[in-house]
């Protein structure tokens, strides 16, 4: 098989199978046991290859404001004494992003392509009954530490500094889109997809702002870029372009799935 052919995606449609694991991920994290937030709960999600953890706070800080997200969650990345994600906010989620494209176009799209996958759970497994975990096969796995392994020479020729590790990164979006799906999908202590409309809220929209993000950015970088030498070509409205779609949305940035198949082509296709 191609290297190409590993992460292959075709542009995914919801369904009843999507929602039932996204239920099911709500409900166990509905189960888990909260601490304070001076002392919170450690709860253990999966355990990485190289001995570092994935792992949820319980409660998180949201359950401090004056209308209570009431089953927050904090989500980590780390090793057991450290976290390797305290403080992660979008900046600097899509700092990370946009760093990898100035490193490697190709690259950039690989990595996009994997959190698409990681949003639609297609690399996930149901481990044991109920629990849904990030579980890439082992072939997708060795794809994910080759990107790495570049990517660490990269970071460090370009920006002069370590970043977090690719796998450790898409754990973190993993386990924050699921915290989303807890904050906008619970009724009466249940799991709650009822109303069509906002399916996509949480997780789903969450992820694909992490993606849509940084593709936007990078049209407005690429063309300072091509026209470094011809300022009174730089297309300044690009970037003010997601400016607005932020400002209007409070954050979240959502292209269409024709939009990002444009753009992740050909990892990506109909």
């Not at 209570?68 to 980590?76: A, C, G, S, T």
């Not at 994997?114 to 072939?139: N, T, V």
């Not at 370009?158 to 619970?186: A, P, T």
């Not at 694909?208 to 009174?232: A, G, R």
Request: aromatic share 12%; with cysteine; glycine share 4%.
């Amino acid at each position: 098989m191609s290297e190409y052919d590993i992460i292959k995606t075709k542009v995914f449609r919801s369904n009843g199978d999507f929602v039932l694991q996204r239920a099911k991920r709500i409900a166990e994290a509905i189960a888990f046991k909260s601490g304070t937030i001076e002392k919170p709960k450690k709860h253990i999600i999966s355990t990485l290859p190289n001995g570092k953890e994935s792992y949820f706070l319980k409660p998180g800080k949201e359950t401090q404001r004056a209308v209570p997200n009431i089953y927050d969650m904090f989500p980590n990345v780390g090793s057991k004494s450290k976290s390797e994600t305290d403080g992660f906010s979008f900046e600097v989620i899509w700092e990370y992003l946009i760093k990898i494209s100035i490193i490697n176009q190709l690259t950039f799209k690989k990595v996009l392509v994997l959190l698409y996958r990681l949003c639609f759970l297609l690399d996930h497994q149901e481990i044991k009954k109920g629990k849904i975990r990030y579980f890439p096969s082992q072939e997708i796995l060795d794809y994910i530490s080759k990107i790495d392994f570049s990517l660490k020479e990269g970071f460090k020729d370009k920006f002069k500094k370590d970043e977090i590790g690719l796998l450790e990164y898409l754990h973190f979006v993993d386990l924050l889109g699921w915290n989303e799906d807890v904050k906008y999908h619970i009724t009466n202590s249940q799991p709650d997809f009822e109303v069509k409309s906002k399916k996509n809220v949480g997780r789903t929209n969450t992820i694909k702002s992490v993606i849509s993000v940084p593709l936007m950015i990078n049209d407005f970088l690429s063309n300072i870029i091509e026209n470094v030498n011809y300022i009174e070509k730089i297309n300044v409205r690009l970037i003010l372009n997601v400016m607005q779609k932020l400002s209007k949305s409070r954050g979240i940035c959502v292209l269409s799935h024709k939009e990002l198949q444009r753009y992740l082509n050909p990892y990506l296709e109909k």
